[in-house]
């Protein structure tokens, strides 16, 4: 089975991607915020990782990259959810390692076809 870590400020954004993940046949946990995401990955390994980039304090990218140090996360696929749908912010983004970006609101269809790419579905 696959498990995935929900990272957002917005709690009902992390509660509807968790929502369409259950769908799809995926275990998930919520973080509800940066600082919840790296208490969360202290002590478990995710399969993969949705992480929002705009959020108070710690951003999504500090995250994203505190995993990159991280020899057990450095491979964990991450998935961009973001309202910022500017090329540089995806540029960024994947250069520090993500895999992916999804535009908010997210859309099932294109969950399921992300997820699909990097063959976690």
């Given at each position: 089975?696959?498990?995935?870590?929900?990272v957002d400020d917005v709690r009902a954004m992390v509660d509807g991607i968790i929502r369409m993940l259950t769908l799809l046949g995926i275990?998930?946990?919520?973080?509800?915020g940066s600082r919840a995401a790296i208490l969360y990955l202290n002590d478990n390994?995710?399969?993969v990782?949705?992480?929002?980039?705009?959020?108070?304090g710690l951003g999504g990218m500090d995250v994203i990259s505190y995993m990159q140090r991280e020899p057990r996360l450095a491979?964990?696929?991450?998935?961009?959810v973001t309202s910022d749908?500017?090329?540089e912010t995806a540029d960024r983004a994947k250069a520090l390692g993500a895999r992916a970006l999804?535009?908010?609101p997210v859309k099932y269809e294109d969950l399921e076809?992300?997820?699909?790419?990097?063959?976690?579905i």
């Open positions: 089975m696959t498990y995935a870590l929900v275990q998930s946990a919520p973080a509800y390994t995710p399969d990782v949705f992480m929002d980039l705009n959020m108070p491979k964990v696929p991450i998935i961009v749908d500017q090329p999804l535009v908010k076809a992300t997820l699909k790419t990097i063959s976690l």
